[in-house]
T-cell receptor, first 117, second 115 residues
Framework: AQSVTQLGSHVSVSEGALVLLRCNYSSSVPPYLFWYVQYPNQGLQLLLKYTTGATLVKGINGFEAEFKKSETSFHLTKPSAHMSDAAEYFCAVSDYAGGTSYGKLTFGQGTILTVHP | EAGVTQFPSHSVIEKGQTVTLRCDPI?????LYWYRRVMGKEIKFLLH????????ESGMPNNRFLAERTGGTYSTLKVQPAELEDSGVYFC?????????????FGEGSWLTVV
């Protein structure tokens, strides 16, 4: 079974500071990895995803994540935080172990990002 | 293009009552998923439709939950009778193709409170 661990349920940064949200996964097969964001009173929005190829993935709003197989990690970063980045962020892995239910996502617990002036 | 829409956005019901949540996927998306997040927990998979067929319902918690997707278009998730532990946010999602790594588009969720 696959699993995702997000280190830190709450992260607080200053505006302009580096954002680093940590995600480690466990998977018995090559993983497909995702970061979603949920802004207040909105649904989940895809930030970026890793399927195959380049391990550094760029997403929307200046976010990027690097797939590191040796560390089983997929940490999300942004060089400079904006107030508008305040939201809850979810790391997820796609459950694909030879079954037919493609797209079944296993989520981490979520990390609430607070950005203060 | 309209996204995934869910109705109602919020619902408060008493224990023992019935609630039906509706999801309209993005037009043309064969795959439809239901997920749930109860307070303080992670988002968990409930089930997956491909068109009108249930592909995977391994996440359905018990037989008080019934999901349907008539004609392969919109879907409903009925909880009958509702219990306190059913409170949470129910997300619907859809995707165009059935393959690994496919982008899944989520709705805004239906917030259910059982009192």
């Amino acid at each position: 079974a696959q699993s995702v661990t997000q280190l830190g349920s709450h992260v607080s940064v200053s505006e302009g500071a580096l954002v680093l949200l940590r995600c480690n996964y466990s998977s018995s097969v090559p993983p497909y990895l995702f970061w979603y964001v949920q802004y207040p009173n909105q649904g989940l929005q895809l930030l970026l995803k890793y399927t195959t190829g380049a391990t550094l993935v760029k997403g929307i709003n200046g976010f990027e994540a690097e797939f590191k197989k040796s560390e089983t990690s997929f940490h999300l970063t942004k060089p400079s935080a904006h107030m508008s980045d305040a939201a809850e962020y979810f790391c997820a892995v796609s459950d694909y172990a030879g079954g037919t239910s493609y797209g079944k996502l296993t989520f981490g617990q979520g990390t609430i990002l607070t950005v203060h002036p | 293009e309209a996204g995934v829409t869910q109705f109602p956005s919020h619902s408060v019901i008493e224990k023992g009552q019935t609630v039906t949540l509706r999801c309209d996927p993005i037009s043309g998306h064969d795959n439809l998923y239901w997920y749930r997040r109860v307070m303080g927990k992670e988002i968990k998979f409930l089930l997956h439709f491909v068109k009108e067929s249930k592909q995977d319902e391994s996440g359905m918690p018990n037989n008080r939950f019934l999901a349907e997707r008539t004609g392969g278009t919109y879907s409903t998730l009925k909880v009958q009778p509702a219990e306190l532990e059913d409170s949470g946010v129910y997300f619907c999602a859809s995707s165009p193709r059935t393959r690994p790594g496919n982008t899944i588009y989520f709705g805004e969720g239906s917030w259910l409170t059982v009192v």
